[in-house]
């Protein structure tokens, strides 16, 4: 049995009962209509794990009134659930192990998936396997668990397109972010260095910016001059696309979660490799490869209305295959050199009213973000487009530069996800030790995303309410498998999961009690397969001897980031 106390994300309200249930080969599952999906789900894991046959209670109504025997799951009307964000009880749940049997009570089919995730995390590891490894007992302590999230927006951005991951990958990451009460994946489809998805209108997105010839290795380094240049490149064409099918097949898995899978489509800059496929959407019309460096190329798109046409149409087949409320249309990092040496660029500025490239780059998202809130969807973008005053209000700003965004998007009355790079970016290097895999920027410990609150503290109860939470980002220029993707994540992932679930709702914040409940959580992530990053650091093979970095200490990172904020600081 696992002690209720040991519990990630840390629940609101724990009550221990007396005696104990055990799950045995007659032990059955009743569900109510609404919660179908999740006795499936918890059928599946725990068969695979005990080899027990955990078969449907005979009759329905025992999810209302169980029997014994039974683990009943169940969604309801039940004002006695704790509130979530903006006193929503969807997510809320009610976990209820007694002698007899068991009840997971949620406010809706998430919230029972969540109590399940207490369930399953309340018995011994190894439920975490996918096959058999020994006989149980299989027994659950007794015991009340009553929980809800802190935040409504709890995710993880994973970048697909520095360095690709399979469908297979993919969705063994969903799982790993269900596991831990995480219901958002930011699939970051599009960039410089490969496009990732199919798109039947264009076929050469994908025929020829879905792979580049080789990619760099490392960071830049500094030349003779002094200059940063690139140390080596592998010589490995790398590529890979998801098909729409692929793509439903990854939504639908994800939606069995309850994690809802938020697309990205870069623009106006990062769109290196669309621009390889159709030379006619950039600025100098020349013709261009997929880019095999990691930075951020000139190239951008033009302004001509046959690209934002372009851009609609990718848009559309993209809102046709996620139904995500909101769609992401980039706006990060858009160099403006192109754009400020070319007579016909400076003519369309005139033409179209502009003072700048600035308000230009805002022209060209506004009217990206129209089109998806034309399809009854929600536009989110990097902080970068509330560079030129002219945003929509219905748009959402994802900040990430520090917490600047988050303010300056709040004051102005727009929806806000936090992901400040030096909290939460989680591609950054984990310590200071000389055996970090490509050390980059600062370090970022468990004990700092423990910490992170994604609302700022000098907003007001109105601007605060535009918070509606946070996740990490997962870049993938260094992380070039799945077992680097797990090196990054874990255990970081758990400390977001406790920071955007839990919050300071449950209590403040101890850093030390999270870490006794962490080591203990290992013990699921070996279960699961996660090849996370031990206490001590890097394994041998988990490091990458002489490949370069590009730390940094806070006080550099942070003077950069106040540096190019100052534009958008209210």
Not at 35 to 59: E, H, I, M, N
Not at 186 to 206: A, V
Not at 479 to 498: C, I, K
């Amino acid at each position: 049995m696992v002690d209720s106390d040991m519990l990630i994300p840390r629940p609101r309200r724990t009550e221990p009962g007396v005696g104990a249930f055990a799950i045995t080969p007659t032990t059955r599952i009743a569900a109510d209509a609404a919660s179908g999906s999740v006795r499936l789900y918890l059928q599946q894991t725990l068969r695979g794990s005990t080899g027990l046959p955990v078969r449907d209670a005979d009759d329905a109504s025992d999810a209302v009134a169980p029997g014994a025997d039974v683990i009943a799951l169940r969604v309801a009307d039940d004002d006695s659930l704790p509130e979530g964000p903006r006193g929503d009880r969807s997510e809320s749940f009610r976990l209820v192990v007694t002698a007899d049997r068991v009840e997971v009570t949620g406010g809706s089919a998430a919230g029972v998936f969540y109590g399940v995730q207490a369930l399953l995390q309340s018995l011994p590891a190894d439920v975490y396997r996918k096959g058999r490894v020994g006989s149980g007992p299989w027994t659950l302590a007794a015991v009340t668990v009553e929980d809800a999230p802190a935040f409504a927006w709890r995710g993880v951005m994973l970048d697909v397109a520095r360095h690709f991951r399979t469908k297979h990958e993919v969705m063994r990451v969903i799982d790993q972010l269900a596991a831990h009460r995480l219901n958002r994946l930011h699939f970051h489809l599009t960039e410089d260095q490969g496009w990732r998805i199919e798109i039947r209108k264009y076929p050469r997105l994908t025929e020829v910016g879905s792979w580049r010839k080789e990619s760099q290795v490392g960071a830049h380094v500094p030349g003779p001059d002094g200059e940063l240049v690139v140390a080596g490149k592998d010589g490995r064409p790398h590529g890979g696309y998801y098909t729409q099918d692929d793509i439903r097949e990854i939504v639908a898995y994800a939606a069995d979660r309850f994690v809802t899978v938020v697309p990205e489509i870069e623009t106006p800059g990062h769109v290196r490799a669309a621009l390889a496929a159709y030379p006619s959407l950039g600025v100098t019309g020349e013709p261009v490869e997929v880019w095999t460096e990691w930075g951020i190329a000139d190239d951008v798109l033009n302004a001509e209305e046959s690209t934002i046409t372009f851009f609609q149409d990718v848009l559309d087949e993209v809102m046709a295959l996620f139904p995500s409320e909101y769609i992401g249309v980039g706006g990060d990092e858009c160099p403006k050199v192109q754009w400020i040496e070319d007579p016909r660029t400076q003519e369309r500025i005139r033409e179209l009213g502009l003072e700048d490239e600035e308000q230009l780059q805002a022209w060209i998202i506004g009217r990206l973000a129209a089109h998806v809130e034309s399809h009854g969807r929600r536009a989110f973008g990097w902080d970068e487009i509330l560079e030129g005053g002219t945003l929509s209000p219905s748009a959402t700003v994802v900040s990430w530069r520090g917490l600047t965004g988050a303010r300056t998007a709040a004051r102005r009355g727009h929806d806000v996800i936090s992901a400040p790079d030096d909290q939460v970016y989680l591609d950054y290097r984990q310590s200071d030790l000389a055996t970090e895999p490509i050390p980059v920027s600062i370090v970022l410990t468990v004990d700092d995303v423990f910490a992170f609150d994604p609302v700022p503290s000098d907003l007001t109860d109105a601007e605060r309410a535009h918070v509606i939470g946070g996740q990490g980002n997962m870049w993938t220029e260094h992380v070039d498998s799945a077992r680097s993707l797990d090196y990054q994540l874990f255990p970081r992932v758990a400390a977001l999961a406790e920071a955007l679930w839990s919050a300071d709702v449950t209590g403040p914040r101890d850093v030390a009690e999270f870490r006794g409940r962490l080591a203990e959580h290992v013990a699921r992530l070996e279960a699961m397969g996660i090849e996370y990053r031990h206490e001590a650091g890097p394994f041998p093979w988990q490091q990458r001897p002489g490949v370069p970095g590009r730390p940094h200490t806070r006080a550099e990172r942070a003077a950069y980031i106040d540096a190019v904020t100052a534009n958008i600081a209210d």
